[in-house]
């Protein structure tokens, strides 16, 4: 097993997280080196034909892989509290080059003030206390850095007098979104342009889902990894999985295995994890080395939070393609309503039509307890497009609600599996279920149709499993991302959220790793203005057994 020289620091993940801080520390003058299990994918797969995609679905396995490793995804499975078997989740993560920023859909809102402030101050068990120990003013600065990083446009919002951000003018709406934002101000509500990562280049499509050919949609590699790479400060590994993190002479070690089994050693003076949400705490518990007796932080893992959204469909006019870009609206008037409060509604950038009728189809049959063959879900296309060509090209909306931390929701690894074990909370499904009336109502006349039962997780968005706080007994990390009693050892994803929030993560996550690395880089140059004349050092390789 081979060892390196010592870096400055080694960044685990390549998505939005992980690329952000590599790029900010590249700028900060660093040595870093940027490890990513997934595959070295910058370019688009191949096409497949209709009958080649119809064929793979029919022939997929009972029992899926959890690595996708060739398409750059990765599958999980979840079971709920008590439950005995997991059942894989339908939203795949991305992996690779840009992380899941590479088929998310570029919503890159701020949070609120009131979300780092908290819904939940003194906890109420089993749920957890979700006040941020930072504020929003904290977060201001680097919130208009990772604006400008990721070159964010649409208009600020009306409601918010925190929002001063800078962004880009966005293309004009269709004449149908342009109706449906009339009537929404006709009935005095607030609507205003989504911020989006999107250039919308000549001819944009706004690849959701799927990995952008000419970079017009920011991903965490055309925006961050590929600029901090060019700096030359910055070295990238793919396909390497972290088995454990060591400590080491000045620093820390990290043990890496690849595709084919073969273990290497990488050292660094300091590590960033950016592995996200579900990968993150598994690597930092599997680092037996790192605790001792003690063992590692009791909340490791745990506080597991989804969005919870709602999905429905507005029978506004019908769509025309290519008449105007699809994810333009953001509505914030029901925010931070108390108890009822909704979060972001927005527009998706998906309509009705068959491949989005099967999709939904598709996740809503992998959660029944007896999964039917593939052959049959696709049997059900005929009636998908039935259903399309009745009702037309309609634009669906969503919710983007607060989920609450609770303890017993979380993650572990089983067999090789990422399986979360969690369950909303039963006041929140009230509150979705509530407030299904207050939507109808919002966008009347125009008739919506939800699709889906209510309060479901947003299972793209996990968050909180190593959250930011104060007190080591209800935390995993400092307001700087420093996991408690490892200060060479930081975190900076969503998984140090202490809460949700209710918008998207994207831009809180860029924000912040561009915080937590400033922090790095920071104690980097005191270390090495205090530093003592060089020893003799025993190689990490020589001290460590060779697994």
């Known amino acids: 097993m081979r060892s390196s020289r010592q870096r400055d620091v080694i960044v685990v993940g390549a998505g939005l997280g992980g690329a952000s801080a590599a790029w900010q520390l590249a700028e900060s003058g660093l040595d870093v080196l940027v490890v990513e299990a997934g595959p070295d994918v910058t370019a688009p797969l191949a096409a497949k034909s209709a009958y080649a995609r119809l064929a793979a679905r029919l022939q997929e396995p009972a029992v899926p892989e959890q690595e996708d490793w060739d398409a750059g995804v990765l599958s999980y499975y979840e079971r709920g509290q008590g439950g005995?078997?997991?059942?894989r989740v339908a939203t795949r993560l991305g992996q690779g080059l840009g992380g899941t920023s590479v088929r998310y859909a570029a919503a890159l809102g701020r949070f609120r003030r009131s979300d780092f402030a908290g819904s939940v101050t003194e906890g109420r068990a089993p749920i957890l206390p979700n006040a941020w120990p930072i504020g929003y003013d904290e977060f201001r600065g680097h919130y208009a850095r990772a604006e400008s990083l990721l070159r964010v446009c649409g208009e600020r919002d009306p409601l918010d007098p925190d929002d001063d951000a800078e962004l880009l003018p966005p293309p004009g709406l269709s004449a149908a979104a342009e109706a449906l934002r009339a009537s929404l101000a006709a009935k005095g509500h607030t609507p205003f342009r989504l911020h989006v990562?999107?250039?919308?280049?000549?001819?944009?499509?706004e690849c959701f889902g799927a990995r952008c050919a000419r970079a017009c949609k920011a991903d965490g590699y055309n925006r961050a990894l590929q600029p901090a790479?060019?700096?030359?400060?910055?070295?990238?590994?793919?396909?390497l999985r972290v088995e454990a993190i060591l400590p080491d002479v000045g620093g820390v070690a990290v043990l890496l295995r690849d595709r084919e089994g073969v273990a290497?050693?990488?050292?660094?003076?300091?590590?960033?994890?950016?592995?996200?949400a579900l990968n993150s705490p598994l690597i930092l518990g599997r680092s037996a080395a790192l605790w001792g007796a003690s063992g590692p932080p009791a909340m490791l893992g745990r506080g597991l939070m989804f969005h919870v959204s709602d999905f429905f469909l507005v029978m506004s006019r019908r769509e025309a393609d290519g008449q105007g870009p699809r994810k333009w609206l953001a509505l914030r008037d029901f925010y931070a309503d108390g108890e009822a409060g909704i979060g972001e509604i927005q527009s998706t950038g998906y309509s009705l039509e068959t491949g989005s009728l099967m999709q939904a189809m598709r996740g809503l049959i992998a959660g029944l307890p007896?999964?039917?063959?593939p052959w049959m879900v696709e049997a059900l296309r005929p009636l998908a497009w039935s259903m399309a060509g009745l009702i037309g090209p309609r634009p669906i909306f969503t919710t983007i609600t607060e989920d609450l931390p609770d303890a017993r929701n979380h993650v572990r690894s089983e067999g090789g599996r990422i399986v979360v074990e969690y369950s909303v909370d039963a006041a929140l499904k009230r509150r979705a279920a509530a407030n299904r009336a207050r939507i109808r109502a919002v966008f009347a006349p125009f008739g919506v149709h939800f699709?889906?039962?209510h309060a479901q997780p947003n299972w793209g968005h996990p968050m909180g499993t190593?959250?930011?706080?104060l007190d080591p007994r209800t935390s995993v990390t400092d307001p700087e991302g420093r996991v408690h009693g490892q200060p060479r050892i930081y975190v900076a994803d969503a998984s140090v959220f202490p809460s949700s929030g209710g918008a998207g993560p994207a831009l809180t996550v860029v924000a912040n790793a561009l915080r937590v690395a400033d922090g790095l880089a920071a104690a980097s140059r005191a270390e090495r203005r205090h530093a003592p004349a060089p020893t003799r050092r025993a190689p990490v390789a020589a001290i460590l057994p060779v697994p």
């Open 84 to 87: 005995v078997s997991p059942r």
């Open 466 to 469: 190593c959250r930011m706080g």
């Open 451 to 453: 699709l889906g039962r």
């Open 370 to 373: 007896l999964r039917p063959a």
């Open 229 to 239: 790479l060019a700096t030359g400060r910055v070295a990238l590994e793919t396909g």
């Open 264 to 276: 290497t050693m990488r050292r660094a003076r300091r590590i960033i994890l950016a592995a996200g």
């Open 197 to 205: 990562g999107l250039d919308y280049l000549p001819g944009c499509i």
